[in-house]
């Protein structure tokens, strides 16, 4: 970042200067000259912005504008900015990990990919809560290192129902639905609306207000989404346990698994149940992911027991 430092430097005093002003126009507001003087140097921190802008299109730099606009109240409490900025910083890294390393249910960041994704302060600015981010990349002839993940935070922001909740969690895993549902809730609870808009590496600009009432959507969405699988398999082992009158039964492979549940409805009851002897067990398995919470609830059901592949009966046994 040591080339761009300058111009940030620049334009973080610029910036300062018209929050200064500011603060001593509203102490004298009918002071003429520091009316002047903030024009003016509002003027320069506009142009100080858009060099920095220009720069960091020919060194590779992105640049995030943060802005928290509050809703609720006229109040920046600082545990609430920070859990906003931090969960914003968790999802944009875990799409850039997901983009680099592939989709997880599970939401952990990846080392090298949280390295090279964390957004690094530029400067703030006055009018609601703004601050500059910016992140060094690299570009080739075709993209830059962030552009497809810029693009595809405004798709993840962008879901409307169920389908979409469904459709990134295929596409770039559990773990940045869960990341979008922290994030959102963070500015849900600070009473904020977020406005965040990129200037990408190759000039082009993203972004939108993202409202507080939509962020309510967004949680709502990912609350009510929840998927269950069904499969069923056949397994062979040995009986450990199994109980006609409690429903429950254990069943063990040998180096392969464990298996725990109850009895399924089908089971017949004319099931010879002999613990500690070989089966062949077919078990029903549903599993129910709840995507707010990355919580998976597992059921095991016991369909049926026989005798395994290749067992011999007493009377064909050879003496």
């Known amino acids: 970042m040591s080339e761009i430092a300058s111009v940030v430097e620049r334009t973080r005093k ?31 921190a506009l142009q100080s912005q858009e060099q920095l802008f220009k720069f960091s299109e020919r060194t590779h730099v992105e640049v995030c504008n943060y802005r928290l606009v509050p809703e609720e109240t006229d109040s920046y409490a ?53 601050v500059v981010l910016l992140r060094q990349g690299s570009r080739d002839l075709l993209s830059g290192t962030f552009d497809d ?26 773990a940045v639905v869960k990341r979008l549902h922290e994030w959102s809730s963070a500015n849900i609870e600070g009473g904020f609306a977020a406005d965040v808009r990129w200037t990408r590496s190759d000039g082009r600009q993203l972004g939108e207000i993202i409202e507080r009432k939509r962020m309510e959507r967004i949680v709502g969405i ?29 069943f063990v492979v040998p180096n392969a698994g464990d298996y725990r549940g109850h ?10 149940m002999l613990l500690g002897k070989r089966y062949r067990a077919r078990i029903r398995e549903k599993s129910t992911v709840t995507y707010s919470t990355e919580k998976v609830e597992g059921e095991r059901l016991l369909l049926s027991l026989k005798e395994p592949p290749g067992t011999s009966s007493p009377t064909s046994q050879q003496p």
């Open 149 to 174: 993940s810029i693009d595809a935070l405004y798709q993840v922001i962008d879901i409307k129902d169920q389908h979409d909740v469904r459709d990134v969690a295929e596409n770039m895993g559990n």
């Open 222 to 250: 990912i609350d009510a989404t929840s998927d269950e699988k069904v499969e069923e398999f056949d397994v062979v082992g040995v009986l450990i346990g199994g109980d006609l009158g409690s429903g429950s039964f254990h």
């Open 78 to 130: 600082l545990p609430y900015i920070s859990a906003s900025m931090l969960k914003y910083q968790n999802l944009f890294s875990q799409i850039y990990d997901a983009k680099r390393n592939g989709k997880k249910s599970n939401a952990v960041i990846g080392k090298d990919a949280w390295q090279e994704s964390i957004l690094e302060f530029g400067y703030s600015y006055s009018g609601s809560l703004g």
């Open 263 to 272: 009895l399924a409805p089908e089971f017949s009851q004319d099931t010879e």
């Open 14 to 44: 610029a910036f300062a200067s018209v929050s200064r002003l500011e603060e001593a126009i509203a102490r004298a507001p009918q002071d003429r000259s520091l009316q002047l003087n903030l024009a003016a140097m509002r003027k320069l």
